[in-house]
């Protein structure tokens, strides 16, 4: 139980005014490694994770794997075994702590004819509702209870149908390809998501034997088989902890080479950062974003969308760039729409920000930021305020820095080897200003 338990009393300081020059190498993605090891629930047969990021999300999930009967062994390569699991309850504690436990409704479902679930925890920023999940379930044959606290759903055996999404969803057509892998017939999945993280667990589905196609694609076709075996695969690069190192430098000045990823799993982004002022360059499994510290950044306007649209996952990032740019920005998010929980946060720094609506928000730039006391209230607004923090005037000491360990490998360490000046401190959880540091 140890693996996951949350660092509550972590904070992170950093001094601002520093460049960033270096090569940072990109971690495996959370989003592709959370449903893929809910993946290897569907076979009875070994399944070896690499490259899975040492974050406390993935710990959760491989705590999640002892509590049932399975067994999860590794860091970074992990062996995932469920040929003992017989539990299909997922613990309520670990369970709501991350969004990500409602992938496990649809693999237990498959695997055992019943799963219990508690409602998706994680971060808070919006309701992210799970009824289009729920809805082809049970057009696949569920019987599905709900309540306030948690999902009931059982089958005795689930079919194919015509799966049609209002809206794309990551993680509904993730729950939803992972009961049909081994359902009855065909599945087809309309208006499915296409980010990088679905397309990888497809890869790693047919790996283990699934008939998938449309990878890639808006339409997938799954074609149930009835059993599926064990196999080996490298969790795909994390393309959203890559654009949060190039924002970063944007932002903060400096060179940065980004290694080990896909540069065409962000090409908005990357285009975005070229018209704001930034020097770009990109080869097969690394690109570079540049900019003099002197050199004025452009403001550019920005709206959300599902891949291959501006993940929704770098607004708060792009957002606390845009503060740095000469002149107005607007910022819109179409995908969630309770995700400018940063912007409080970077008022307190200096940023001049308004809101209007739950869509939209009005950068004004540029502003000259202070450093101060933050409170981080989720994953991506925690990255943002690293980044403000980082072009900041003297010290901020963020605190709940446990939302950023939820889905950034080592970006302390990371960022401190290029240049950054921050570093993880224990606070005093129970105080406010006037806290006590440890180093």
Known sequence: ??????????????TGGAQLAGDICVSGSKNAALPEMAAALLTSRPVTLHNVPRVTDSAVMADIFSLLGGEAKGK??????????????VPDELGRRMRATIVLLGALLARFGRARVPRPGGD????????????????????????????????????????????????????????AVTAEGRTEIFNAAREPHVQDLCRLLIKMGAHIEGVGTERLIV???????????????DYLE?????????????????ECTR?????????????????VEAGDDWFRVGREPRSPLRPIDMSTWTFPGFPTDLQAQYMALMTQADGESVISEYVHENRFQHVRELAKMGAGITVEGRLHAIVHGPARLRGTELAIPDIRSGAALVIAALCAEGDSLLRNAWH?????????????????????????PESGSGHRTYE
């Not at 890559?242 to 060179?255: F, N, P």
């Open 404 to 428: 950023v360990e939820r889905g950034y490998e080592d970006m302390v360490g990371k960022l401190a080897s290029v240049g950054a000046r921050i570093k993880s401190v224990r606070v005093d």
């Open 1 to 14: 139980m140890n693996r996951s338990s949350l660092g509550r009393d972590r904070a992170l300081r950093i």
């Open 242 to 258: 890559a654009g949060t190192y190039a924002i970063a430098v944007a932002a903060a000045s400096g060179d940065l080479r980004i």
């Open 76 to 89: 970074g390569t992990v062996t995932l075994d469920t040929g003992a699991m017989t539990g299909s309850d």
């Open 124 to 179: 808070d920023i919006g309701a992210r509702r799970v009824e289009q999940h729920l809805r082809g379930l049970r057009q696949m044959g569920a019987h599905v209870n709900e309540t306030d606290t948690e999902i009931v759903a059982t089958a005795e055996r689930l079919r194919g149908d015509r799966i049609v999404f209002d809206l794309p969803t990551v993680t509904g057509t993730e729950n939803i390809l992972l009961a």
């Open 263 to 279: 540069p065409e799993d962000l090409q908005l982004l990357l285009l975005k950062l070229e018209q704001a002022g930034a020097h």
């Open 223 to 237: 074609d149930g088989t009835k059993e599926l075996g064990g196999a080996e695969h490298t969790v795909i690069a």
